[in-house]
């Protein structure tokens, strides 16, 4: 995850309403969707952003493939889900229902945890880490558990190149099976075997004892070690999912892939960063969206983006919007929002605009309500605003932290009427191209 949290100034006070979006000339419950051509010189790579201080936890997954069956890429097993990264332990789970309230009742399909990667025992999922997220996983079938799993102890702790070299030829020799087979082992016992595993991510990068740099090559066969062994656990159906961060970072991240025999999912953690760099030079970026969408493809894999958000750029609703378009475009198999400052959208209060945005384009559709109407002919219609967010806490709690939950605003009823604006061109100036309209955003998205 990214881990500076410098706080980015909102560019301007207006919270987008409803009668905004409404203006943009689309029917009412679409998506938004920007057509553009692709620069002609890709953006030189940017210095990646590292990880945060305190890693989090998993999605909760839908029926899987069997073992061995790989969706091909644009065509995942199932309708695609989205969630959000809320809190590591129980107060995720808490902050789950209320994130299904901020967004008028739609519920996010996919929760998503990490498992602290400070000591082995940890690694395994010992002291009650995973428990209330096996329960809420189970309570629906369609629910999808995505767990971040370090592939060292010691995960944050800035070791060196040399140290970390040694670790992975341990590894790959075997020295750390028992700890991924007990691992396998806990979860099957929770009832949660078709976890899907994000296994090593942002390994491209250089925050992780786990990364790839040091020694490609036996970080490969490290990987293939761990897969084999949680395969190997009766009753388990996990996806193993290959996510680095978006960009070169500090190795090319193809470099690091272990083969389609041991990969289940194709993902990366893709921020709004650096400052200054587009949405169009985050696609075409050596190693950013295009291709990664294009390396999915080739090995008829599934993609998916564990971790995604806000960063440098502030509260840059063009970015929300040319993301979302993006994944509504490219169908992953799920994507789950860093929801803490700078790069959330519920518990941040730092990003108002993308937020409503994103509430808007992700809410049940508040539209599909009857709209009575006014009660005379010379009634003042009146604007139907989205509430404004919760402020919860402006950063995430340190590891192991009782903090409560956040109270989020009520859901404020539709106004029976809109005054509607033509801001289609205002929203195209914005976006860098023509606006769209998808009619069936809410229904892929439930």
């Not at 809420?136 to 060292?152: E, F, G, H, I, Q």
């Not at 893709?270 to 169009?280: E, H, I």
């Not at 967010?389 to 009427?417: L, V």
Request: charged letters at 20%; proline letters at 13%; glycine letters at 8%.
């Amino acid at each position: 995850m990214a881990r500076d949290r410098r706080r980015s100034a909102p560019r301007g006070p207006a919270l987008i309403t409803a009668a905004v979006i409404a203006a943009s000339a689309l029917t009412p419950g679409t998506a938004l969707a920007a057509s553009h051509p692709d620069p002609a010189h890709p953006a030189p790579a940017a210095a990646p952003a590292p990880p945060p201080a305190t890693s989090p936890p998993p999605p909760a997954a839908s029926p899987q493939p069997q073992q061995g069956a790989h969706a091909p890429a644009g065509a995942p097993a199932h309708a695609p889900a989205f969630g959000a990264y809320l809190h590591y332990g129980p107060a995720g789970v808490q902050r789950m229902q209320q994130l299904t309230h901020w967004l008028g009742g739609q519920e996010p399909r996919v929760g998503h945890t990490y498992l602290p990667g400070d000591l082995w025992t940890n690694i395994e999922g010992g002291h009650g880490f995973l428990d209330s997220w096996a329960a809420w996983r189970r309570a629906k079938s369609d629910r999808m558990l995505v767990l971040n799993v370090p592939m060292m102890e010691r995960n944050e702790s800035g070791l060196s190149d040399a140290t970390v070299r040694t670790l992975l030829r341990r590894a790959a020799s075997g020295a750390f099976d028992e700890h991924y087979e007990a691992l396998a082992e806990r979860l099957v016992g929770l009832g949660v075997p078709d976890t899907v595993i994000v296994l090593g991510w942002e390994m491209n990068g250089i925050t992780y004892t786990h990364r790839c740099g040091p020694d490609p090559e036996s970080w490969k066969r490290y990987w293939r070690r761990i897969v084999r062994v949680m395969r190997a656990v009766d009753g388990q159906r996990f996806r193993f999912d290959f996510a680095p961060s978006r960009g070169r970072d500090a190795v090319p991240w193809p470099a690091c892939y272990p083969g389609d025999d041991v990969v289940d999912i194709i993902g990366m953690d893709a921020y709004d960063q650096p400052r200054g760099l587009t949405f169009d030079q985050q696609v075409s970026e050596p190693y950013g969206l295009q291709h990664h969408v294009d390396f999915a493809r080739r090995h008829g894999k599934p993609i998916s983006y564990p971790e995604w958000g806000l960063f440098r750029n502030g509260d840059n609703i063009t970015y929300m919007l040319r993301m979302l378009a993006w994944m509504d475009q490219h169908k992953p198999l799920y994507n789950t929002i860093t929801d803490y400052c700078p790069h959330g959208v519920w518990l941040c209060s730092d990003n108002p605009r993308a937020s409503a945005l994103y509430r808007l384009l992700l809410s049940a559709p508040l539209y599909s309500r009857p709209q009575p109407a006014p009660s005379t002919p010379d009634a003042t219609p009146s604007p139907a605003t989205l509430p404004a967010p919760a402020t919860p806490p402006a950063t995430p709690e340190p590891a192991g932290a009782a903090t409560p939950a956040p109270t989020p605003a009520p859901t404020t009823p539709q106004a029976p009427h809109c005054t509607l604006l033509d801001l289609e061109k205002w929203l195209e100036q914005q976006l860098g191209g023509r606006l769209s309209a998808c009619l069936d955003w809410a229904e892929r998205y439930r």
